[in-house]
């Protein structure tokens, strides 16, 4: 039976807002936090509301099945719970490192974390020993390493109240000003007005040095004046960095799900925008996810909650086409477990496909060394469509008889791009769509040359732009294998092709078949 | 099977946000119209290229063909082409009333209406870029559709790869001159994805960027940062003015930071990467439906939550702010997702 229970994995903002709009839908949760839990128990409408489930200083330590069945498991008090849910939504918050290395500062009481500036205690005899009598704040950011609008938001906040409401004097240092956020622009604006100094570095950088006494001293090349110009300021502030929660990796490892390359979960791939991962029923949000804005990880938010009773209404979401293993010849060697990039094959009593959460795609069964998997139904496959192509190409005839396989997630959408466009694609090639080119097997590619097809060409998404991830990947290692293959038996390797493309590209579309069928042209006849 | 509920919702707008929005509503089993103003939905993200080199670069613009596709399919889903909404009543239910280019009127009932109407690309002729004037100084939206259509980079004199390439960023955006005090937020990602692509089909290709912050682009920033600062010349500043030479050449002038003097360089191509502005129609279908415009004229949703001064009435997209296409298609869902909420509270 499906479970109608969600795990929320966080102690946050983001996690407790989950929770607050799953609460208000009547939906049934269990939250599971790496800490105290301190943040999240505090949210005024958890802290009133006892119909979720708090687990406190946990470890997430195992997870099978799949959407709507998930039984996940977790470390607690030394002791393992299992829980069973439609759902998992991991709402992590970010660590923030202060970037004092970056910069060449140890933390002092007046060298501050950017968290600090905000609680900071402005006493009016501090600046007495500044020539002007002001008290001076400088803000590095963005000198070492790119920063974003949702720091620089944090800074110009920060200066703006030091700025208005206790009479300092506040610099901010940067390279890029990370403006591309909504509203900063017009607070930049704004906050130039109240007198907050803005130096821009583009290729130097200012001489940062703190001195034995602790002070700092910043000297720079002024690009306006045109001379050197030194900076004490009696307190500087430096810029965090936003990183992945550490407990990220571990999520990743046992879910089995995509890390992108700065830690953070979901592979940077079009097709997971959103809260999606490669894993149905697995959902990532806010600032486990990227960085984004407060309003942007609530966005996220409600995303996940949308998907979860877009699932809870629906009927079953089984794909058309799945694959489907026989026991019988399975050779239990595990291949279709670990290339399976939507986690749909369990290993409970037997090697199965569990229906799903297969998005089928069909790397499995080309990759099954047993010859184990068919896709089901097999009408819609490369064989299905393959049978007509006797029908369309008559091998007497001098025709020469080329194929396409489009990946239905691009190619096949670029196609009916270009025909919406009216444009015009060589007549005479049999088209071939798949859900996803990693389906394509070498058995698939010489049964179409055993039926005299002159070539192949092979069009796939374009890579990191694959709805399956590796299928791209694996059409590639698998066409020039079989090149050599063909080689072998005197058929000349240009006869299979593999090109990638995406599903906006209708002219490109129709371009690269006409180039493929005048090279085959250029060959002339298989037969 | 899919389920029904009997609650109408009505999109105005059938860009990528639009569409979205639509999806979302139609799989959860609302009927939804799209009343869409051209004869096509897609709105400007089917206008752009994509930009894979090696690998894809993740502009996001081949997203909204999926969602064309399931627009188009959907039984829950209607759409109205051609058409612009002529007025509204509230009653019972709301009244939407719209006619199409043969002016044949129509009209429809809804539960719920969210706009989505998108935004307009910054005009240039009003800048002193000589856009109207010189065939080569071109915009990025009309160098996004050159390579679209064509698949290749030709300057429009006479149709050959220029050699030397300005793309100058901003225009149209953080500029107080026309009161634009915002970052449209896409046109530092896309152009530098669009000047990489340009280095990869043609490799000699000499490209200079006039900037005066570049902004993050994508997940990967940092890394797609110390690429930029390998291949192309990056000059802060913003040009002064542009002129026309002799073969069609262009002479960009403007004030060198390193050696603080002014400068004039000679292009073969200059690119305006043109931002995101308030559609123009906004101030009259803002009165029509009764509701505000921000002070820069979008659609204001109080703080980005989607709903506007008036109940019933949302707004998603860049119709209300600029934005990218990830963010229209969270902004699509998130203001989808407002609408149950307010249909199933709110009446
Ligand atoms: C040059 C350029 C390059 C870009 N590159 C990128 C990029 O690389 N990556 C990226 O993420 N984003 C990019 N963008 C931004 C992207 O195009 C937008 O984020 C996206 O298209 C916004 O979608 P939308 O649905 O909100 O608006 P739109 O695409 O503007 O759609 C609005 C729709 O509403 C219709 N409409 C307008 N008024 C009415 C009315 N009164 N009644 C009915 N219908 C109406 C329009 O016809 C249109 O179909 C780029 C934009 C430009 C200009
Ligand atoms: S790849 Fe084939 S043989 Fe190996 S475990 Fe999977 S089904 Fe069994
Ligand atoms: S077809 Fe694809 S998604 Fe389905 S089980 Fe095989 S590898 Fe996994
Ligand atoms: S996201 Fe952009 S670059 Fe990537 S495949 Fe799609 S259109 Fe091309
Ligand atoms: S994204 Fe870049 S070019 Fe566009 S307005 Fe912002 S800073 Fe200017």
Redesign the interface.
């Known amino acids: 039976m499906e479970s109608k229970k969600i795990l929320i994995i966080g102690n946050g903002r983001c996690a407790s807002k989950l929770a607050e709009k799953l609460m208000n839908e009547g939906i049934e949760l269990t939250v599971a936090v790496s800490d105290d839990g301190s943040d999240l128990i505090a949210f005024p409408a958890i802290k009133d509301n006892t119909s979720a489930e708090i687990f406190t200083n946990t470890k997430i330590t195992g997870c099978t099945g799949s959407i709507g069945h998930y039984s996940i498991k977790f470390s607690h008090n030394n002791q393992i719970h299992t829980i069973y849910v439609s759902h998992v939504i991991v709402a992590e918050e970010y660590l923030r490192a202060p970037n004092f290395s970056h910069y060449g500062l140890l933390p002092t009481e007046n060298v501050l974390p950017l968290e600090m500036s905000r609680q900071l205690k402005i006493n009016p005899t501090d600046g007495e020993s500044s020539s002007d009598g002001n008290i001076k704040i400088a803000f590095l950011t963005g000198l070492s ?2 920063s ?2 949702v720091i620089l938001e944090e800074i110009m906040d920060s200066a703006l109240d030091l700025q208005s409401n206790h009479h300092v004097q506040t610099y901010i240092l940067t390279n ?11 607070k930049y ?1 704004e906050s130039k007005e109240t007198g907050i100094i803005y130096i ?1 570095f ?2 130097n950088r200012p001489e940062i040095i703190q001195e034995k006494d602790k002070k700092v001293r910043i000297i720079f090349f002024d ?1 306006v004046l ?1 001379e050197n110009f030194e900076l004490q300021p009696d307190i500087t502030i430096v810029d965090d960095n936003l990183l992945p929660s550490p407990g990220l990796k571990n999520l990743s490892d046992i879910f089995r799900i995509s890390i ?3 830690g ?1 979960l979901q592979a ?3 097709h997971r ?2 809260g999606f991962t490669n894993r149905r029923g697995i959902l990532v949000t806010g600032p486990s996810k ?1 960085i984004q804005t407060q ?2 990880h609530m ?2 938010a ?2 996940g ?2 998907t979860i ?2 699932h809870y ?3 079953k979401l089984k794909n058309e086409i799945t694959a489907e293993i026989n026991t019988g010849s399975c050779v239990h060697c595990l291949t279709c477990y670990r290339l399976c990039p939507h986690q749909a094959i369990s290993l409970e009593t037997n090697v199965t496909v569990m229906q799903e959460a297969c998005e089928g795609c069909g790397i499995c069964a080309a990759e099954c060394p047993a010859i184990a998997i068919k896709m089901e139904p097999d009408t819609s496959g490369i064989e299905g469509q393959s049978e007509n192509i006797n029908m369309a190409f008559d091998p007497a005839s001098d025709m020469l008889s080329i194929v396409v396989i489009a990946c239905s ?2 190619a096949l ?1 670029a196609k ?2 270009a025909e919406n466009m009216e444009i015009e694609i060589s007549k005479g090639i049999h088209i071939i769509s798949v859900p996803c080119a990693g389906g394509i097997s070498a058995e698939h590619i010489f049964t179409l040359f055993k039926k005299m097809v002159d070539g192949i060409l092979i069009m796939t ?5 694959c709805f399956s991830e590796t299928g791209n990947i694996h059409a590639r290692i698998r066409v020039n294998s079989i090149k050599q293959k063909l080689k072998a038996i005197g058929l000349n390797e240009a006869r299979l092709q593999i090109t ?6 209708g ?2 579309f129709a ?1 690269e078949v006409n180039r493929f069928k005048e090279e085959i042209q250029k060959l002339g006849s298989a037969k | ?3 029904m509920i009997d609650q109408n919702v009505i999109i105005l707008g059938g860009g990528i946000t639009g569409l979205t929005a639509a999806s ?1 509503l139609a ?3 609302y009927h939804v119209e799209i009343i869409e103003k051209s004869e096509s939905i897609g709105g400007h993200a ?1 206008r ?3 930009k ?1 080199t ?3 670069v ?1 502009c ?7 969602k064309i ?1 399931i627009a188009h399919s959907h039984i829950n889903i209607n759409i109205h082409m051609g058409c612009t909404l002529t007025g509204i009543k509230n009653g019972e239910r709301i009244s939407v009333y719209y006619r199409n280019q043969q002016d044949r009127k129509s009209s429809s009932n809804a539960e719920a209406v969210i706009i989505a109407t998108g935004f307009h690309p910054f005009n240039p002729e009003t800048k002193p870029y000589g856009y109207d004037r010189f065939k080569n100084v071109i915009t990025s939206l009309e160098l996004e559709k050159r390579i ?4 290749d980079i030709k300057k429009p004199s006479d149709l050959t790869p220029p050699e030397k390439i300005a793309f100058v960023q901003c225009v149209g ?2 500029d ?1 001159s026309l009161n634009h ?3 449209s ?1 896409i046109c ?1 990602p896309s152009s530098l994805r669009m000047a990489h692509l340009i280095q990869t089909k043609q490799p000699g290709a000499d490209i200079s960027f006039f900037y ?5 682009c ?6 797609f ?1 110390t690429t930029i600062h390998k291949n192309f010349r990056t000059i ?1 500043a913003i040009p002064g003015d542009i002129l026309q030479t002799k073969n069609n050449h262009l002479e960009v002038s403007f004030f060198d ?2 050696d ?1 003097k002014a400068k004039e360089e000679i292009f073969d191509l200059v690119v305006l990467s043109v931002g995101i502005t308030p559609n123009q129609g906004n101030r009259d279908l803002s009165e029509k439906l009764g509701i505000n415009l921000t002070e820069f004229g979008f659609f204001d949703t109080h ?2 939550t989607g709903m506007t001064s008036k109940a019933g009435i949302f707004a998603a997209g860049t119709a209300c ?1 600029p934005m990218g296409i ?2 229209s ?3 699509g ?2 203001t ?3 609408v ?1 909420e307010y249909l199933k509270n709110g009446k």
């Open positions: 390493k790119e974003n609008p890029n000003l990370k403006i591309a956020g909504n509203g900063l622009e017009k604006r821009k583009t290729e690009d045109c992108d390359n700065n953070f940077d791939n079009i925008l959103t990227k309003i942007e966005t996220d409600e995303n909650i949308l009773i877009n209404y629906r009927d997630c691009s959408r009916e791009s998404c374009h890579e990191e732009n990638s493309i995406a599903s906006n590209m002219t490109l371009a | 099977m899919e389920r979302e799989h959860l089993g089917v752009l290229t994509c894979a090696e690998k894809c993740k996001g613009a081949c997203k909204v063909d999926e596709q679209k259509e064509h698949n955006s953080r107080s005090l915002w970052c937020k530092c005066i912050d570049f902004q993050n994508g997940k990967d920033y940092q890394q940062q802060r930071p390193v603080h703080n980005q702010h990830e963010e298609l969270s902004s869902i998130k989808a997702f407002r149950v």
